[in-house]
């Protein structure tokens, strides 16, 4: 796939994100799809792993969404730097921090192929409560 | 076709790491660590002769950016 087509992939993918629409996300990737993030210890392998995963950021952000400020293709690969903000939610979190908003900084770099995108790795700028997501 | 420099900040070794593992075979992109420290920064700033202003300028909104965030990406056209 071009360059374009990918950027063009990856603007999709935080659109799906952005409409909290898992379906949309999972039609981009590629069968063998990896996710990890610098505050996962393991990785999310497939698209229905892939899908859980991203509904269960929704159940405790039901209004997660990002603004992506830089945007780089590069061969392969694509490079996003965001700021994601939301409203914590859901019995996960405390009484105490349920209500918190939520704003992190972070980047994105994507891997794509024909079959779509192979691999992301997301890194959050700062320790913060989503660990508690990633450990489901 | 554009290359592209990415500066990561210090404090983001693990994101530097990561970076130049995953462009080292690509010609078009680059990834540097700021080893700049605070002081060096602001003596960065002072007069210079006019035709490297602007890069300067550069430099230091690059500075500014990294005070912020983990990782600053220069454009070469």
Known sequence: MSQQENLRIIHEAFEAWNAHDADRYAALLDEGYVEETNTRPTPVRGREAARAAMQEYFRVLPDLHFDLDVMITSGDQVFTRWLVTGTYRGELMSRLSSGRQLEEYGCTLSKLGEGGIIHVWHYWETDHMLRHVAAQ | ?77
């Open chain 2, 1 to 77: 076709m554009a290359r592209y420099i990415f500066i990561v900040s210090l404090r983001h070794r693990a994101l530097y790491d990561y970076l130049l593992q995953r462009f080292s075979f690509d010609p078009n992109a680059q990834v540097i660590l700021d080893r700049r420290r605070g002081e060096r920064r602001q003596a960065e700033i002072p007069a210079v002769p006019e035709h490297r202003r602007a890069d300067r300028r550069q430099r230091s909104d690059v500075s500014e950016e990294l005070r912020l965030r983990s990782v600053a990406v220069v454009t070469i056209p």
